[in-house]
């Protein structure tokens, strides 16, 4: 029957990955179209002919995060041109784009504000838009009714949409009512259309209208092509019935000859068009001079073409080849055929839960590490280290410390009481009550922990690396688990220490792969490395600062005090270092531990950096609609995709995959170790016998999975990056927990209430931190702060409770 299951299991995965497939090719545009379409783009910022072409030529290549030259040339306009109406406002439009600090940028949007609050300025209309375009909300009483010059008021509409979803609801319905207002002029509706444009998805019933309106207004009507182009754009999907004609009237629209209608089509095309208007952009591309067109007209036709051209080249989803699926099938297979081949060993619940407290200390080290180091920071340090700089790897500088704290403070007193649940320990000293807290910590940590793998892992590596519908998350998350569930059920520690050591040697390969795929890349191990400190990256600051996200000292403090707090009380943990022999074996398996996670760091920051530079010097494999910085937390994956040669991919997705299952099995072994021994044995009062026993943690493992993938829904909801969302869901219980140990282990005094306090305010402290930015304290001090407030009050009231009295 186990057999049968595997195989059941893994034809399922083959099917489901494999029927949800994109059969797009990755290079829809190819090399050739795409230089051409850059050069195009790139060629009006030499031109001194040019004004608002090089405007918009600008701010296409910074869409397209192509940011070399645009800076530089556009701070020399402005010295030549800062002080010449109209234009000046589209200079300062392109610095505020292209500002590298959120100093800079505000610097050029007081400017254009400054104009716009100038009644008596010539080009205040121009400043109006450019801030909507900005999304800089307007909101002087003033533009609240249509004033002598209702374009003014119609873009201040616009732009207050940006301050809330209620506030951008009323400006897309009053521009609605502009546009089917058919008594007003003209260049009113199609502004307002254009204006919606700008704005986004319509809901269906107002969409629906605007599209009615579109298609019923006049062929001869300057405003019909803005309409249609909104609609187009604004569109909640395509399977409307009203969809098709709208886009159908666009195309012909641009028949007509007229340079507005095409500069429209190639617009709305640039965020909605596939790769059967390609020919059609390809011809606008090469537009020449001649009719009714001026040079200015045919260059901007020309760069909006470019730009669309670009922009559907970047929504083509790369797929994975069939070798890739063959690698990471044979991978679901081995990961199956290990727990079937430890199952047959495991004779009693003690083989089960702790591989007969004879595992090889190097195994259970790796086997540590490789529990600790899960998805979330295979993906999450990379993307970190894109995102905000190196700062959170100098947390590495206090492994030594981590080291004989642990392993000679923390390990022997541990490793002397011979307990199957770490929280038997916290009974003995205080009773029932605190050994309950700790289980719903532990649980509540673990839960949230294991949770958030299977979020990260699908909803953002896979969902980065292979064109899923969203509808498939869910089934591949349930997948996933229950693959983990088999082999951890069926095999128990041994499996879960033996596969968690080959998962280790195939994701940090994968790490290691990827280095040396970019070092060929750039044809040196070294030019990739940046020349530079970017300006985006958090500055370098030493010392502690709690308000401040990350300087060495806060990295240091917070990887040292979470190292001491989960090897003090953490069952994942602890359950590893009872499974040796001695003292002296799980000593050896923290440094075990150690070594390989300052390995991997160092692996994973370095990953960082090399998909860093991959993505800067090859912008047209970057995901469209977001920058380089918004996508971080998702480049180590898109890299392994379209970075890596078929086969690789599928390997390193494989280590993808390896990681998150590491973890994965490791929190349902000691997840069903602690309900079986902290809630159901203890209140249990039957005796029954070592088989089973057995049975009732394999049982309580497919239990534990269930209520994982439904916690895993709600994870998605927290806001932050990657490494944010870590922080504050993985680490919330992490201080708390091991407070209750602390009172127990270290401080004689100690009584259960004074414990039971410290817990809870453990918990508020942590909370507090994490979710309401309490103090201005950032999530780096979310477990200093949890302890010191544990401790403290813990140990506050135990005193009152022994010497005053107070309490009693």
């Not at 609609?231 to 195309?251: D, H, I, K, N």
């Not at 700790?438 to 590596?461: E, G, N, P």
């Not at 005090?561 to 074996?585: E, F, H, N, P």
């Not at 998909?611 to 609609?625: E, R």
Request: with cysteine.
């Amino acid at each position: 029957m186990k057999g049968i299951r595997s195989l059941v299991l893994l034809l399922g995965i083959v099917f489901l990955f494999t029927s949800c497939q994109s059969t797009s090719e990755r290079d829809v545009v190819d090399d050739a179209l795409r230089e051409q379409a850059l050069e195009k783009l790139k060629t009006p910022l030499a031109d001194d002919s040019l004004r608002w072409e090089k405007v918009h030529a600008a701010e296409y290549l910074l869409s397209l995060q192509y940011t070399d030259q645009v800076q530089a040339v556009f701070i020399q306009e402005e010295k030549s041109f800062g002080d010449q109406p109209m234009y000046r406002i589209g200079i300062w439009r392109v610095l505020a784009q292209a500002a590298t600090s959120a100093e800079e940028r505000a610097q050029w949007v007081q400017r254009i504000e400054a104009v716009y609050q100038d009644p008596t300025a010539p080009d205040r209309v121009h400043a109006a838009e450019s801030l909507a375009k900005l999304r800089v909300p307007i909101l002087e009483p003033e533009r609240r009714q249509p004033d002598t010059d209702p374009i003014l008021h119609l873009f201040a509409t616009w732009a207050e949409a940006y301050t809330s979803k209620p506030a951008a609801s009323q400006a897309q319905e009053t521009l609605l009512q502009l546009v089917a207002a058919t008594e007003r002029p003209v260049r009113e509706r199609k502004l307002a259309a254009y204006a919606l444009r700008h704005l986004g998805t319509l809901p269906d019933s107002a969409w629906t209208h605007l599209a009615d309106l579109a298609l019923r207004e006049p062929a001869t009507s300057e405003a019909r092509v803005f309409m249609l182009s909104a609609a187009f754009v604004t569109a909640p999907g395509t399977s409307s019935g009203r969809w098709q004609p709208v886009r159908e009237a666009l195309l012909a629209a641009a028949q007509s000859g007229r340079k507005a209608e095409r500069y429209e089509l190639a617009v709305a095309l640039s965020e909605k068009g596939t790769s059967s208007e390609i020919t059609l952009l390809t011809s606008l591309l090469d537009a020449t001079q001649g009719g009714t067109f001026s040079r200015e007209d045919v260059v901007d036709m020309q760069l909006a073409a470019a730009y669309a051209l670009l922009r559907i080249d970047r929504r083509a989803e790369p797929a994975l080849t069939i070798p890739d699926w063959i690698v990471i099938v044979l991978y679901g297979a081995a990961m199956l055929g290990t727990g079937w081949f430890y199952s047959r060993q495991n004779k009693t619940q003690e083989d089960y839960l702790l591989g007969g407290r004879q595992m090889n200390p190097i195994a259970v080290g790796i086997s540590l590490f490789a529990t600790l180091l899960s998805t979330l920071s295979y993906l999450s340090y990379p993307g970190e280290m894109i995102q905000h700089g190196p700062a959170i790897f100098a947390g590495m500088f206090a492994f030594p410390f981590v080291y004989y704290a642990a392993g000679w403070w923390l390990i022997p007193r541990i490793m002397q009481m011979n307990v199957t649940s770490a929280y038997e320990i916290l009974e003995r000293r205080f009773g029932l009550s605190v050994r309950l807290m700790a289980t719903f910590m532990f649980l509540s940590l673990r839960f949230l922990w294991m949770a958030t793998i299977i979020y990260v892992t699908v909803d953002v590596a896979l969902l980065s690396v292979v064109p899923i519908d969203r509808a498939y998350v869910m089934p591949i998350g349930i997948l996933l688990m229950l693959i983990t569930i088999v082999y951890t059920a069926m095999g128990g520690l041994k499996a879960v220490v033996v596969t968690d050591v080959v998962q280790s040697i195939i994701f940090l390969g994968g790490a290691l792969l990827s280095i040396v795929v970019v070092c060929f890349h750039f044809g040196s191990v070294t030019s990739w490395f940046p020349q530079q400190w970017p300006t985006y990256w958090d500055p370098l600051r030493w010392g502690f600062d709690a308000t401040e996200r990350s300087t060495v000292g806060n990295a240091m403090m917070m990887l040292f005090v979470w190292y001491i707090c989960t090897t003090g009380s953490d069952q994942m943990a602890i359950q590893r270092y009872l499974s040796t022999k001695d003292i002296r074996a799980a000593r050896q398996s923290l440094r075990v531990s150690l070594y390989t996670n300052l390995l991997a760091k160092c692996l994973l920051g370095l990953v960082g950096l090399a998909v860093l530079a991959f993505f800067t010097k090859n912008p047209h494999f970057l995901s469209d609609g977001r920058s380089l910085q918004q996508q971080a937390d998702t480049l180590f994956p898109r890299f392994i995709l379209v970075g890596l040669p078929a086969g690789l991919s599928g390997l390193v997705i494989a280590g993808l995959l390896a990681a998150a299952m590491s973890s994965l099995s490791s929190g349902l072994n000691s997840v069903s170790s602690v309900l079986s021994e902290d809630i159901i044995q203890r209140f249990r009062r039957s005796e029954s016998s070592k088989a089973d026993l057995l049975k009732q943690v394999k049982r309580l493992s497919y239990f534990t999975g269930a209520v994982v993938m439904i916690l895993s829904i709600l994870v998605a909801r927290v806001e932050g990056n990657l490494f944010d969302v870590v922080t504050k869901i993985v680490n919330l219980f992490v201080g708390p927990l091991f407070v209750l140990f602390f009172m127990a282990l270290f401080v004689p005094f100690a009584t259960t209430k004074g414990t039971l306090a410290g817990g809870l305010a453990a918990i508020a402290a942590a909370c507090g931190v994490a979710f309401f930015g309490m103090l201005g304290i950032t999530v780096f001090w979310i477990l200093p702060v949890a302890l010191v407030a544990g401790v403290g009050v813990g140990t506050l009231v135990s005193f009152l409770e022994n010497k005053v009295g107070i309490t009693k």
